[in-house]
């Protein structure tokens, strides 16, 4: 097996790499360039430092696979248009648009290179079923916040649970749902507690029946957050041992992520 060095320097490299592949000196003069996930860019190395893939399809893989998670990212943060929006907002707007775009059509061009059909074919069908996922989870009815919580852990985790599928390493796709789902809620929390747009909190406010005022869905995050957790720690400490280097990462940043955050919010 040739095997990658799953590192934090190696996490780095990688990271560079996917930051010079979306960076666009056009783009980068009206919006912000896009972030780069390090927590599924880790899941996504653990996963591939596990198979007999050579190093260069290895490395390939996860870049095209970011690729696509940013052009999803990007396209998240399109808002709707309203009447009274600026030339500015409305031109933002259309580039965040066309962002989403390039990124998609940046790993097209990577995987075409590497001549691999199967490849393009799991991330096209993880595109699909993401979409209508959220389509659902956003336009449509759900009975119960968890009923909301499944849909969104979906969304979060499917495309690398396609990936680690493809490439017959699923040992890790339990914690990664879960991890990404709490991740997700953490990062929705603060963005509207610093008075930033939240989709998430937003959907969830005008769902009728589901939570109610976005004090209440706040409340639910944080206890959901709060037992979650736990769960997430026990379903990490069950990896197997080749995965150590993972299990260490996923337990510093819960305890950073989350036990520190509560413990200044306590404070």
């Known amino acids: ?11 780095k490299q990688l990271k560079q790499k996917i930051e010079s592949k979306v960076r666009h000196p056009f ?56 009447d009274e929006d600026d030339q500015e907002t409305i031109r933002n707007r259309q580039l965040t ?13 990577l995987l075409s290179q590497l001549e691999d059909i199967p490849m393009i074919q799991t991330l096209a069908g993880a595109i699909k079923e993401i979409n209508e996922l959220k389509m ?3 336009y449509k009815d759900v009975e119960s916040f968890q ?14 649970q396609r990936v680690a599928s ?3 390493r699923t040992t890790i796709n339990d914690m990664a749902g879960e991890w990404l789902l709490a991740k997700k809620l953490l990062e929705e929390k603060k ?57 260490t990462h996923v337990h510093s940043a819960i305890h950073h992520q989350f036990n520190q955050r509560q413990i200044a919010e306590e404070g």
């Open 147 to 160: 009923e909301f919580l499944n849909g969104l852990k979906k969304i979060e985790s499917l495309l690398i």
């Open 27 to 82: 783009l980068a003069r009206f919006i912000p360039e896009p972030a780069v996930d390090e927590d599924k860019l880790v899941i996504l190395s653990s996963i591939m430092d596990h198979t007999t893939l050579s190093s260069k399809k290895k490395e390939q893989y996860i870049i095209t696979t970011m690729l696509v998670q940013i052009a999803l990212d990007t396209h998240d943060l399109v808002t709707l248009t309203e």
């Open 191 to 247: 963005s509207y507690q610093e008075g930033k747009f939240s989709p998430l909190i937003d959907v969830l406010v005008n769902r009728p029946g589901v939570l109610g005022n976005s004090g209440q869905v706040i409340v639910n995050i944080e206890q959901m957050l709060q037992s979650h957790v736990h769960r997430l720690e026990a379903t990490v400490s069950q990896l197997p041992i080749h995965f150590n280097w993972l299990k």
């Open 97 to 109: 648009v066309l962002a989403g775009d390039y990124y998609s059509g940046l790993y097209y061009y």
């Open 166 to 168: 493809y490439v017959q």
């Open 136 to 138: 659902e989870l956003y």
């Open 1 to 11: 097996m040739i095997k990658l060095n799953s590192s934090d320097h190696y996490i």
